[in-house]
């Protein structure tokens, strides 16, 4: 499967639970526990987004049979960083563990997405 339909399907599902974090952002009194899940979540797909972008040049770098570089680690850790600050900075308006576990978003349906895709494609 192609890179960029995993992405965009992947990316789908993350705009639809962002989506829902902003209702639940509006329509609770929850409103640091969704500003975190939706600012960890917002900075997932963004390493979502790197993590794709990488492995399309780490493809083309094997078939030209270029030297391969790292799949960034140090920008998405990089980025787990700037969402600890942020909300170390903001306690009142970001909850730290919420925004930890937005980060974390993107693996999760990354995960999702297989076995969902797996047991599709077993049918």
Do not use: C
Request: aromatic share 14%.
């Amino acid at each position: 499967m192609e890179i960029k339909d995993l992405f965009t399907r992947q990316r789908k599902y993350i705009f639809t639970l962002l989506s829902l974090y902003v209702l639940g952002y509006g329509f609770t009194s929850y409103q640091s526990v969704f500003a975190g899940l939706i600012f960890g979540t917002s900075l997932s797909l963004f390493n979502l987004w790197l993590l794709a972008r990488k492995m399309n040049n780490f493809g083309d770098s094997v078939v030209q049979g270029k030297k391969v570089r790292s799949l960034g680690s140090m920008s998405r850790l990089a980025t787990g960083a700037l969402a600890v600050i942020v909300a170390m900075e903001y306690p009142d308006h970001i909850n730290l563990v919420f925004a930890i576990l937005g980060l974390m978003t993107a693996y999760i349906v990354i995960m999702i997405d297989f076995f969902v895709q797996s047991f599709q494609s077993r049918k």
